[in-house]
């Protein structure tokens, strides 16, 4: 079977599993891309274009639904904005990026095991949870720098300290992983020239347009289909096996 259809099916899968648990799933888009040889510069356009395709829509869906908490969400993703595209900008050797990606990975798929609780009082938050917008710009840095949106690091946290409910939490994952990548991808961009951007997305059009059908299935089917846990899990598993994979053959 040709790579691209074995890519495009990857990629198609990742967008509906990590789209019904509220991420984009820019970090498996680049391990994917990594495990066939991809130029490693150019792993990060491509998982950041993804990765807005995906999280765009849900962003909208939370904002009519009024169950983005604007205020808070939005402290966190513009303390988080600028550091993401000066990470973007850093160059970065591929054995470096495969390092960090297949790290980031394997916390990934340990984060999803997290327990997720469905509503959280304002009496219930830890007395951490005020203390997260110091966390913003550091996720916010290691994102741009290996070319995700960085909502796999935040949300556990936000989930830990009981921030706020799931809901909540999720859109906010989404606001800030659909404003990360687009100022990684501007640091990318800075970094690389636009000519690597626009080859990049010729060669990936099967795939954002996977990713399109598979975060509009995720986020709208795939829920009612499984348990959210059995979801969660199932990503976890699968993410453990690409970060390891990666890791293993750096």
């Not at 710009?137 to 796999?152: E, M, Q, R, S, T």
């Not at 991808?185 to 059009?205: R, T």
Request: contains cysteine; charged residues 10%; aromatic residues 8%.
């Amino acid at each position: 079977m040709p790579l691209i259809l074995l890519l495009t099916g990857g990629f198609f899968l990742t967008a509906l599993l990590y789209a019904s648990v509220g991420f984009g799933g820019g970090s498996t888009y680049a391990a994917l891309l990594a495990l066939a040889g991809t130029d490693h510069r150019v792993l990060p356009l491509i998982a950041l274009a993804c990765n807005i395709v995906v999280v765009a829509a849900a962003s909208v869906r939370f904002a009519r639904a009024a169950i983005t908490p604007w205020k808070d969400a939005l402290l966190l993703t513009v303390l988080a904005a600028p550091a993401a595209f000066f990470g973007g900008l850093i160059p970065i050797e591929r054995e470096a990026f495969l390092t960090l990606l297949g790290a980031s990975l394997v916390l990934t798929a340990l984060t999803m095991l997290i327990p997720v609780r469905e509503e959280v009082g304002q009496d219930a938050q830890s007395k951490w949870a005020k203390t997260m917008p110091i966390a913003a710009a550091p996720i916010g840095f290691l994102a741009g720098l290996v070319g995700i949106g960085g909502g796999i690091f935040l949300a556990p946290l936000l989930h830990l300290t009981r921030w706020k409910g799931a809901r909540e939490i999720a859109a906010t994952a989404s606001l800030f992983i659909l404003v990360n990548s687009g100022f990684g991808l501007a640091g990318q961009l800075a970094k690389n020239g636009p000519a690597m951007f626009s080859g990049a997305m010729v060669e990936a059009l099967p795939l954002l347009l996977a990713v399109v059908v598979g975060g509009q299935f995720g986020s709208l089917m795939a829920v009612r289909v499984l348990p959210v846990k059995w979801i969660r899990g199932l990503t976890a598993a699968l993410v453990f096996v690409v970060g390891v994979r990666l890791l293993s053959g750096v």
